[in-house]
T-cell receptor
Framework: EAQVTQNPRYLITVTGKKLTVTCSQN?????MSWYRQDPGLGLRQIYY???????DKGDVPEGYKVSRKEKRNFPLILESPSPNQTSLYFC?????????????FGPGTRLTVL | AQKVTQAQTEISVVEKEDVTLDCVYE???????LFWYKQPPSGELVFLIR??????QNEISGRYSWNFQKSTSSFNFTITASQVVDSAVYFC????????????FGKGTRLHILP
C-alpha cells in the first residue's frame, strides 16, 4: 500500500531533550516536506527536500534540522526542543518537484514539549 | 507574493444544506496549481482536487464541486446536500510552477455539519 509513515504518532518530552521524528514513504517520491499545524495558523512548512542530499528551509525552520540520506526517509530532528515546538507535525511527499502534483501526507505526530 | 486566504474560519450548517467554502489566492506566476485538502476529526490530511491555472473548467465529483475563476483569483469549494461525514477542516493550497519549493496553505475552514 502506498503510504507515508511517521513515528512516533504521539510524543511527550521535556525541554532540551533531543528527539527525532521519522518519516518514510514507499512511493519513490522525489519531494518530501515537513509541516507543523497550529490552531489558527494552518499548515506551515518547516523544511523540504527536492531529492537525496538536497534540503532547504521552509517558512519556520528555526529549532529544527532534517536530513535526506535516502530517497524514502526524511527525519525531522529537534536538537533542543522547547515548549513553543509543541504542535502537530506532518510529513508529506510528492511525486515530483514541479509543484503540480498533490502531496501525500503521513498520519501526523502530536508532540508536547514540557 | 504568494498567499492563500480562507476568510471563513468556521462554518456551521444543518445537514442537507449546501455550503460553499471560499478560497482566494495571490500569485505573480502565470502557471500555478491549486489544491483542496480535507482534514477530518481523525486528523489525517486527504487530497481532494488539483487544478492548474490553464484549466478553468469547473469540476464536479459527486456532491463536491469546485469553481475556479482566474478573474477573481478564487477557487471555491461547494458541498451539495451536506452530510455529517463532511464535518472537517478544509485547506486550500497554492503552488507555483516556477517555485518548486513553495506550497502555501490557507489557514483552513472548519466545517460543522449539524444533524
Amino acid at each position: 500500500e502506498a503510504q507515508v509513515t511517521q513515528n512516533p504518532r504521539y510524543l511527550i518530552t521535556v525541554t532540551g531533550k533531543k528527539l527525532t521524528v521519522t518519516c518514510s514513504q514507499n512511493m519513490n517520491h522525489e519531494y518530501m516536506s515537513w509541516y507543523r499545524q497550529d490552531p489558527g495558523l494552518g499548515l506551515r512548512q518547516i523544511y523540504y527536500s527536492m531529492n537525496v542530499e538536497v534540503t532547504d528551509k521552509g517558512d519556520v525552520p528555526e529549532g529544527y534540522k532534517v536530513s535526506r540520506k535516502e530517497k524514502r526517509n526524511f527525519p525531522l530532528i529537534l536538537e533542543s526542543p522547547s515548549p513553543n515546538q509543541t504542535s502537530l507535525y506532518f510529513c508529506a511527499s510528492s511525486l515530483s518537484t514541479s509543484g503540480k502534483h498533490e502531496q501525500f501526507f503521513g498520519p501526523g505526530t502530536r508532540l508536547t514539549v514540557l | 507574493a504568494q498567499k492563500v486566504t480562507q476568510a471563513q474560519t468556521e462554518i456551521s450548517v444543518v445537514e442537507k444544506e449546501d455550503v460553499t467554502l471560499d478560497c482566494v489566492y495571490e500569485t505573480r506566476d502565470t502557471t500555478y496549481y491549486l489544491f483542496w485538502y480535507k482534514q477530518p476529526p481523525s486528523g489525517e490530511l486527504v487530497f481532494l482536487i488539483r487544478r492548474n491555472s490553464f484549466d478553468e473548467q469547473n469540476e464536479i465529483s459527486g456532491r463536491y464541486s469546485w469553481n475556479f475563476q482566474k478573474s477573481t483569483s478564487s477557487f471555491n469549494f461547494t458541498i451539495t446536500a451536506s452530510q455529517v461525514v463532511d464535518s472537517a477542516v478544509y485547506f486550500c493550497a497554492l503552488s507555483e510552477a516556477g517555485r518548486d519549493d513553495k506550497i502555501i496553505f490557507g489557514k483552513g475552514t472548519r466545517l460543522h455539519i449539524l444533524p
